[in-house]
């Protein structure tokens, strides 16, 4: 079962993965309305008439997710009831199978009724963390080979703390990101890093679309500078420990690979496959991310237990 189960958790996962690039995909090119306002099916069509480039883009995004969403829940199914004994299993399961049916209802409402752009833009960050629950699972069950202790690794509370902010506020970039996308306003600043170099700080003459470009600019440069000076702390704290040393080093490689792909979205003039591997690569820090956050509860929960201990020894 352990065999089938990691098969499956693979195909999940990038899965999980096409679903996202799907999706930025209809969005970048704007084919959200390919299918017209039908939702499961094709201008109300199982097999469309009128076939055109938007439709085969919207139609192909259903159909992966379609078969995607199946893999998942029968993934979370068989983990739940061969590895419900793992601590993480169960809410993980129940995690994947919530956010995929959440973002297929937040999608399938996008068509049928539309919705503002800043509703939109959270479908993105919903499909991040329905990635990252069918990732974490995926880990866990590669895990169970490798009899990975847990408690072999210690995160210090304070780094726990600052673990999750990190995860909160990468979220919070995220739905920036994804709002410049669904407002369009990914090419209204013709500089980098500026909107206008020539003239950076002419605040006053900014439309809306420009502070939106602005603003994720900002918060995603603060995102990069905490996720350096993140790395560092970790690896001078956690120098011994292979998967803190190497883990944060590929995570502030793909921050860094996030920056540079941004820049280059402006540079090209938004070349797709650009800005495909620009939500590709923040999809993938923030699976990294998300493992970091699984070890830290897992340090919490270790660092409560010996609490509990030593009050029942002084008692």
């Known amino acids: 079962?352990?065999?089938?189960?990691?098969?499956?958790?693979?195909?999940?996962?990038?899965?999980?993965?096409?679903?996202?690039?799907?999706?930025?995909?209809?969005?970048?090119?704007?084919?959200?309305?390919?299918?017209?306002?039908?939702?499961?099916?094709?201008?109300?069509?199982?097999?469309?008439?009128?076939?055109?480039?938007?439709?085969?883009?919207?139609?192909?995004?259903?159909?992966?997710?379609?078969?995607?969403?199946?893999?998942?829940?029968?993934?979370?199914?068989?983990?739940?009831?061969?590895?419900?004994?793992?601590?993480?299993?169960?809410?993980?399961?129940?995690?994947?199978?919530?956010?995929?049916?959440?973002?297929?209802?937040?999608?399938?409402?996008?068509?049928?009724?539309?919705?503002?752009?800043?509703?939109?833009?959270?479908?993105?960050?919903?499909?991040?963390?329905?990635?990252?629950?069918?990732?974490?699972?995926?880990?866990?069950?590669?895990?169970?080979?490798?009899?990975?202790?847990?408690?072999?690794?210690?995160?210090?509370?304070?780094?726990?703390?600052?673990?999750?902010?990190?995860?909160?506020?990468?979220?919070?970039?995220?739905?920036?990101?994804?709002?410049?996308?669904?407002?369009e306003a990914n090419l209204v600043c013709g500089g980098w890093p500026f909107c206008t170099n020539a003239s950076p700080f002419a605040f006053n003459l900014y439309s809306t679309e420009q502070w939106i470009q602005m603003g994720h600019r900002l918060v995603a440069g603060l995102l990069f500078l905490w996720t350096l000076t993140l790395t560092i702390r970790m690896i001078r704290h956690y120098r011994d420990k292979k998967v803190m040393f190497w883990g944060w080093i590929a995570a502030f490689s793909l921050i860094s690979l996030q920056v540079f792909t941004g820049a280059m979205i402006i540079f090209t003039v938004l070349n797709l496959g650009i800005a495909l591997l620009h939500a590709l690569i923040i999809s993938c820090f923030f699976g990294m991310i998300s493992y970091f956050v699984l070890q830290a509860t897992r340090s919490a929960k270790y660092e409560k237990e010996q609490a509990n201990t030593s009050t029942k020894k002084t008692m």
């Open 1 to 183: 079962m352990i065999k089938t189960l990691k098969s499956l958790s693979l195909i999940a996962t990038i899965g999980m993965l096409l679903i996202l690039l799907g999706g930025a995909l209809v969005t970048k090119t704007d084919s959200g309305d390919g299918c017209g306002k039908s939702w499961p099916l094709c201008e109300g069509q199982f097999i469309p008439t009128n076939i055109s480039f938007e439709l085969v883009i919207e139609l192909s995004h259903r159909m992966v997710s379609g078969i995607v969403g199946i893999a998942v829940v029968l993934l979370a199914v068989l983990s739940w009831r061969h590895l419900g004994n793992i601590r993480e299993v169960k809410f993980l399961s129940a995690m994947s199978v919530f956010f995929l049916i959440l973002q297929a209802l937040i999608g399938a409402a996008a068509v049928m009724w539309g919705q503002s752009d800043f509703a939109l833009a959270a479908h993105f960050g919903i499909s991040l963390v329905s990635f990252a629950s069918v990732f974490l699972l995926t880990l866990l069950i590669f895990e169970i080979d490798k009899k990975f202790d847990a408690r072999s690794l210690f995160i210090k509370k304070k780094h726990r703390i600052e673990i999750y902010l990190l995860t909160v506020y990468t979220i919070c970039v995220v739905y920036t990101g994804a709002l410049v996308r669904h407002t």
